[in-house]
């Protein structure tokens, strides 16, 4: 069953899902409306999954589901979106680093994320996001943190780490 994604619980699950590039505003209207095709027919075990989303800076597809999703319903909600990615020619299953700089956004995949701090191309109060949060309310402070805050710390020169 659809249902607003702010409406969502703080403690509702969440899967996060990245573009590689910006979705275009057409785009973004044909997923939403696949989206809201798939949530309104989800079901686990013969229960409709009560589940909301939201497309975030054209780039990421969040979807959210108020009761706990079983294995089988999680499985279908990844076919479904390997279904996007062949409708619409994307990949929403990218697992490189978004990073945020003042001279731009990098998709970065680990080691060369490890090599652009080594050069000093990302500095520790760049941006990074975490999408392998788990619910709702991490949205707000956990998604979204300083290269600084997160596991990447460990490579950033010992002076400008941050405990």
């Known amino acids: 069953m659809l249902i607003s994604f702010v409406s969502l619980p703080a403690h509702a699950r969440i899967w996060i899902f990245q573009s590689a590039h910006k979705l275009s505003e057409q785009l973004h209207h044909k997923i939403s409306a ?3 095709d798939f949530i309104s027919t989800w079901k ?3 229960h409709e999954v009560s589940a909301g989303y939201a497309i975030l800076e054209n780039t ?3 979807i959210g589901a108020e009761d706990t999703a079983s294995g089988c319903s999680v499985d279908k909600l990844h076919h479904f979106v390997q279904h ?3 409708k619409h020619h994307i990949d929403l ?3 490189r680093m ?3 700089t003042p001279d731009g956004t990098y998709y970065l995949p680990l ?3 490890r090599n ?6 990302i500095m520790h109060d760049d941006y990074i996001y975490m999408n392998n949060i788990t619910q709702k309310h991490e949205l707000q402070t956990l998604w979204k943190i300083k290269i600084s805050d997160s596991f990447l710390k460990k490579y950033l020169p010992q002076a400008v780490q941050h405990s």
């Open 44 to 46: 686990s075990h013969d």
């Open 84 to 86: 996007l990615n062949e």
């Open 34 to 36: 696949d989206i809201q």
């Open 111 to 113: 080691p060369e994320l």
């Open 60 to 62: 990421f597809v969040i």
């Open 93 to 95: 299953l990218d697992r």
């Open 98 to 100: 978004i990073i945020i």
């Open 116 to 121: 652009a701090i080594s050069e000093g191309k």
